[in-house]
């Protein structure tokens, strides 16, 4: 199911969007959809690094592989984790 949304641009983002859309071949909601997914991500991987940076100031004696806590933490931080 989509929702449709709508957005107010100035001429310059509009721009700009329409550009984007023209380089990447895709529609304008597809650009839209990419950045909203990109900028997700980037405040999961912050996390992400949040948490790792808490579990190294625990100072545990036999801490878990980084593989294990890699997994751990996307597990933890995938979407819907925001809320």
Known sequence: M??????RLNDKHRQRLEELAR???????????CMID???????????EQAVERLIGLNLENPPDP?????ELEA????????
């Open 2 to 7: 989509t929702n449709r949304l709508d957005v």
């Open 38 to 48: 990109s900028a997700y991500e980037d405040i999961l991987r912050r996390r992400r």
């Open 67 to 71: 593989e294990t806590v890699s997994r």
């Open 23 to 33: 380089e990447k071949g895709v529609g304008i909601s597809d650009v839209v959809r």
């Open 76 to 83: 933890a931080h995938e979407p819907g984790g925001l809320y």
